[in-house]
Nanobody
Framework: QVQLVESGGGLVQAGGPLRLACAAS????????MGWFRQAPGKEREFVAA????????NYAESVKGRFTISRDNTKNTVYLQMNSLKYEDTAIYYC??????????????????????WGQGTQVTVSS
C-alpha cells in the first residue's frame, strides 16, 4: 500500500521560512518523479514544484520561483520543499504527489495533477501578514 505522508506545516510570519517533508512508503521511491501542489481556500489546486527521479532536474511555478526549493533524498524516501520569504498568499494546504511516468523534459506536463499516481493527505501552511 502506497503512502505519502506530509509534515512540517504550521503557522509562520510573512517573510519567514518553513520546510515541508513528504515521506513515501510502499513504492520504489527512486523510480517516481515527485511534485508539490497546493490548494488555498476557495481556489483550485495548483502546481508548486516537481523534481525528477534522480533529483537532477526540477520545475517551479512562477509564483514560487526563487523562494522555494524542492529536493529529495532517495536513501530516506523523502521529498522536501524548502519555502523561504513566505507571503500571505502562500497560505494553503500543501500536497505531495508521486508519478511513475512523468518526465520533466516537458515542464508543462509536470504541472498537471492527472500525471501523478499517488497523493498525500496534505499539510496546512498558514502565513500571517
Amino acid at each position: 500500500q502506497v503512502q505519502l505522508v506530509e509534515s512540517g506545516g504550521g503557522l509562520v510570519q510573512a517573510g519567514g521560512p518553513l520546510r515541508l517533508a513528504c515521506a513515501a512508503s510502499g513504492l520504489t521511491f527512486s523510480t517516481y518523479a515527485m511534485g508539490w501542489f497546493r490548494q488555498a481556500p476557495g481556489k483550485e489546486r495548483e502546481f508548486v514544484a516537481a523534481i525528477s527521479r534522480s533529483g537532477g532536474s526540477s520545475n517551479y511555478a512562477e509564483s514560487v520561483k526563487g523562494r522555494f526549493t524542492i529536493s529529495r533524498d532517495n536513501t530516506k524516501n523523502t521529498v522536501y520543499l524548502q519555502m523561504n520569504s513566505l507571503k500571505y498568499e502562500d497560505t494553503a494546504i500543501y500536497y505531495c504527489a508521486a508519478s511513475r511516468r512523468l518526465s520533466l523534459s516537458v515542464p508543462a506536463v509536470a504541472t498537471m495533477g492527472y500525471e501523478y499516481d499517488y497523493w498525500g493527505q496534505g499539510t496546512q501552511v498558514t502565513v500571517s501578514s
